[in-house]
Every structure is written in C-alpha cells, then in structure tokens.
C-alpha cells in the first residue's frame, strides 16, 4: 500500500512538472552571422520570459556582435536602422525607443547575456519578431515570437 501512494505521488510530482509552462529560451548566435533558432515561443501562462544570449563564436564583439532585440515584426527594421547612429556602446539602439520590447547587450564571441521581460507586455493579435541590432545583421539575424 505504501509503495502505491510513494508511486502515486511521484507520478503526481512528474506530471506536474511537464505540465508548467517553459518561461525561457536560451539562443545561440555564432561568428556566421545567424542564430540557432528561428522562433521563440512564449506560452500565455509566463508572467515572465526570459531569453539568454549566446555567443558561440571566438570574435569580439566590434567584428561580430551579437544581441537579441524583440518587438513588433513591423518595427524591427525602423529600430535597426535608427540605432546605427548609436553605436556599439549603446548596443546600436536608441535610449529609451519605446518600440523595443527586451532585448539583450551586445556581446562577443564566447560571452553571453539575459533578459526577462513581463509578457503583458504582448498582445496576442499582434505580429512580434526578434533580431540583432548589430549593423546589417537584421538581413540574416532574425526570427519570430510567438504567444502560445
């Protein structure tokens, strides 16, 4: 009897683990120029998401950086293109651009970085994408973001 209810509630304790919504996503960036992944899903249940930055490379970051920036699909080149006159210390984006959603440092080859943002934050009938801000990477460095 009591190696039934032992079994009953570690199944109880598995199950509830697979059924808790994953709230991060871990990304890898390399010195080609691209990211692992494509698309980044965040379920409805996060309150928070957070996604971690990897440089899988070995080049620093003013050759070949890196970051991770998430906003609406339709402001990602806008972004992009207003934070080239930025420059690298301000991880080539605007102070303050209220169009970004989260995003992360740049960063360089071996290094890595995090952000967690509030998913209220997403409306679920708009379109969210993610890039690197990093110039001209935006052409190869890009995915979407999808509430689940």
């Known amino acids: 009897m ?24 871990e990304v890898d960036s390399t010195d080609q120029m691209s990211f692992t992944t494509k698309a980044i899903e965040i379920d409805k249940s996060c309150e928070q998401f957070t996604v971690t930055l ?41 102070e303050g651009d209220a169009r970004v959603i989260a995003h992360t440092k740049v960063i360089g080859g071996g290094e890595k970085d995090s952000v967690t943002f509030d998913v209220s934050k997403l409306d679920p009938a708009e379109t969210y994408g993610f890039f690197c801000s990093f110039p001209g990477h935006i052409a190869m460095m890009k995915g979407t973001v999808t509430l689940k």
């Not at 009591?2 to 991060?24: M, N, Y």
């Not at 490379?57 to 339709?74: F, W």
């Open 2 to 25: 009591i190696r039934k209810l032992v079994a009953a509630s570690v199944l109880t304790l598995a199950s509830g683990h697979l059924l808790a919504a994953e709230c991060s996503a």
């Open 54 to 94: 990897k440089h899988t490379g070995s080049l620093p970051k003013a050759v070949m950086g890196h970051n991770l920036v998430i906003s609406k699909e339709a402001d990602m080149q806008p972004i992009a293109t207003d934070g080239l006159s930025v420059g690298i210390d301000k991880d080539y984006l605007k």
